[in-house]
């Protein structure tokens, strides 16, 4: 049950990271940079842990691995980004159902098929049930949402109907699972943790500094406004170590209590802490209370969470 808490606590990371994004985004005036810059932030602390442990040289081993394995940090880089193009075309809370919609689908894959080294399971009725209760909950989530666009006429009709943005955002969740689980598979190769989320990020940072750069010469986003970081509040920062503790968490999790289960708990706990936070108007965002359907889709989530457990 201890770690059953864990997964629980480090989902409430992920509404931490993505709110206290948007000061970066703010200071910087660039959401890609701020994402660049994330993962960035995430990266020093990582190496940071891993030389103060004395893990280092445990990184030697990463060649011994299939170079497959090291591109699970694409995840965190194509991850952030959906959130980017999503957000403004769908809204936060429909981005973030399309994010756990693909999650649930990915987690109970790789349960049932044991792929990328998961601890196969048989695809019970709990497992069905649960991961039916998650997706319902997350739609009821989305209905009980007071700010969300109501498709009707312009851009978010338009965003609605085109298949491809919705595919994008259950794509963008579906690499996160199987992020967590080849990761599992790196740590195996190499013993450490901290390294192998280091690996993860750097990939993860190289990757969205490129495409900072692409869509700079291509004047297709505003250049960073560099000094606005001194506007961004201490806490404004804590965004990569929230992501640095989730995606270290989650490969830790997955081969001992499956993906399934590790994912409808995170997907639990980001959603109470985003209900957290926007009740309260935490970490500067404005404060909308939680209406009674939105607890009705949390209560499901939460239950559809310990109906896979059984």
Avoid at 26 to 38: I, N
Avoid at 70 to 96: D, E, F, K, M, N
Avoid at 274 to 286: F, Q
Wanted: charged content about 10%.
């Amino acid at each position: 049950m201890i770690l059953h808490a864990v997964a629980l606590t480090v989902g409430t990371l992920l509404a931490v990271q993505a709110s206290v994004n948007l000061q970066l985004n703010k200071g910087l005036r660039s959401p890609f940079a701020a994402a660049a810059v994330q993962l960035a932030a995430a990266w020093v602390a990582l190496l940071v842990v891993t030389l103060a442990s004395g893990a280092a040289a445990a990184l030697a081993d990463a060649d011994r691995v299939p170079g497959w394995v090291l591109l699970a940090g694409l995840a965190s880089p194509i991850y952030i980004t959906s959130g980017i193009l999503l957000v403004p075309r769908l809204g936060a809370v429909a981005t973030v159902g399309l994010w756990v919609a693909g999650q649930m689908l990915a987690s109970a894959v790789l349960d049932v098929t044991g792929a990328f080294g998961v601890p196969a399971k048989p695809g019970g009725a709990e497992l069905i049930a649960g991961v039916a209760l998650v997706l319902v909950g997350i739609l009821v989530v989305i209905s009980g949402d007071p700010s969300r666009p109501v498709p009707g006429n312009g851009s978010t009709a338009r965003a609605w109907r085109a298949p491809g943005w919705l595919l994008l955002g259950m794509a963008a969740g579906a690499l996160l699972p199987i992020q967590g689980a080849i990761n599992a598979l790196l740590r195996e190769e190499i013993g450490a943790a901290a390294p192998v989320a280091l690996i993860s990020f750097t990939v993860a940072v190289v990757v969205a500094l490129l495409v900072l750069a692409v869509l700079l010469c291509a004047r297709a986003t505003p250049w960073p406004d560099l000094p606005g970081l001194r506007r961004v509040p201490w806490w404004g920062w804590v965004g990569g170590l929230c992501a640095a503790l989730y995606v270290t968490s989650t490969f830790l999790l997955i081969p001992d209590i499956g993906a399934a289960a590790t994912v409808s708990l995170t997907v639990a706990g980001q959603q109470l802490g985003s209900a957290l936070i926007d009740h309260w108007g935490l970490l500067g965002l404005p404060r909308r209370r939680v209406t009674t359907l939105r607890a009705a889709g949390i209560a499901m989530l939460l239950a559809g969470s310990l109906a896979v457990q059984l």
